[in-house]
């Protein structure tokens, strides 16, 4: 599905891979509805548009309030009259803890925002989807959610989820109208550490020797995705090499990463 021209929901769409993903569409003529739970970051982003502001709408909501994501429909359809995609782009993670030391309420949230949220989105908009020509789905998920990493285990639950979630879609959807991909980021040059407050000393050393992709990089191959109707993305020669070496020997990659993930751990 060719993204000009096609009315598309992003989520998490006032930072990060969601941000880029909105610049990058409208400058390819896309109209773009984007979603945010952060007000301010949403108008950070309507700043950046250089289009007219008929292509951009902004929706500050929680994707975890199924009854916000219902008054979402009514708002993007009165704005913009139908829905041709949506990207189910935000997502959380959580502070860098074992799971005897998270708390109930954090990992909910976790489960609520990541997961739910997905859920959410898709099952509000899908009736829409089916009645178009042409339409798609992409889910967010991580490569934290084809293989554990150690004191993120709830995140990548959640990813893992979404990644199931979402094959499940494509094989029932696969003789419809509505496609689906799945996206696997490896690390990403995002904020999502500091506005998830779980960066620390360590994470900001870890960041240092090794940036991760450019979010305007993984926007990029995930609207390619799109375009090329792929049922999977990976972004990153990170997410590449792990995916790689975790269908040959799962349980020494589990162990190579928990070493690395030492070094951005604190204390």
Request: aromatic share 6%; proline share 4%.
């Amino acid at each position: 599905m060719k993204v000009k021209n096609k009315v598309i929901v992003v989520t998490g769409g006032g930072s990060g891979i969601g941000r880029q993903l909105v610049l990058y569409l409208i400058r390819k003529g896309a109209v773009v509805a984007a979603v945010d739970v952060n007000v301010d970051a949403l108008n950070e982003t309507k700043n950046l548009v250089s289009s007219p502001s008929a292509n951009l709408s902004i929706h500050q909501l929680d994707i975890a309030n199924r009854e916000s994501v219902s008054n979402l429909v009514a708002q993007v359809i009165g704005r913009h009259g139908c829905v041709d995609a949506i990207i189910n782009n935000a997502g959380i993670i959580h502070p860098f803890h074992p799971v005897n030391e998270l708390d109930y309420d954090v990992i909910e949230r976790m489960i609520n925002v990541n997961f739910y949220g997905v859920i959410n989105i898709t099952k509000e908009f899908l009736p829409l989807l089916l009645l178009r020509p042409s339409a798609h789905i992409v889910n967010v998920s991580s490569v934290g959610g084809l293989f554990a990493f150690p004191n993120q285990t709830f995140y990548g639950a959640s990813k893992a989820a979404v990644k199931l979630f979402s094959e499940g879609l494509y094989a029932e959807l696969r003789n419809t109208n509505v496609g689906v991909t799945v996206v696997f980021p490896g690390a990403i040059n995002t904020n999502i550490t500091k506005n998830c407050g779980a960066h620390n000393e360590r994470i900001e050393k870890f960041n240092r020797i090794y940036k991760g992709t450019p979010a305007e990089t993984a926007a990029r191959c995930i609207i390619a995705g799109i375009e090329k109707s792929r049922f999977r993305v990976t972004v990153g020669i990170d997410a590449k090499i792990l995916s790689f070496l975790y269908r040959l020997c799962p349980r020494l990659t589990i162990v190579l990463i928990g070493k690395v993930m030492k070094m951005a751990m604190p204390d």
